[in-house]
């Protein structure tokens, strides 16, 4: 136990500073995904990964999604669970048969294996922070 609490400490503390726009300090914005696959098209859509691919030690993954106006995220699902936390702007969350609206502060949670979609649904962005396993599953498309 001992051990641990010293590799712990030894990591200095990570700070990524909010800026304007929905922007952070040392954080790239990133294509949503590189490609489309069969069934997994989207559109408008940007990603900027905030904790957990520059040497932080965690479990998972804090990132940071951005729709445009009129965007949306592939239809998808994996073995692993999410937690999407609105922030910026209106959008739907389209969760197996279910769809839900999702406003500045709402948290859902979707499960494992549950076919899934965002999208901008107001007159501006739509942006929302996702929580996942570091170590995950890839996205298999789901058919329409």
Known sequence: MKRASRQAASQPPVLRAFR????????????????????????????????GVKGERVKFHLRYFELERGGFTSLERH????????????????????????????????????????????RGKFGFFCIVDARRDKPRPVED
């Open 79 to 122: 073995r692993h669970s999410h937690v999407v936390i609105a922030v910026r702007g209106r959008g739907m969350a389209r969760v197996g048969s279910q769809t839900v609206r999702l406003s500045p502060m709402d948290t859902l949670y979707i499960g494992p294996d549950q076919p899934h979609q965002l999208s901008a649904a107001g």
């Open 20 to 51: 304007r726009n929905f922007r952070w300090d040392g954080v790239e914005v990133e294509p949503y995904k590189l490609s489309t696959h069969r069934g997994g098209e989207f559109c408008g859509a940007s990603r900027q990964v905030l904790i």
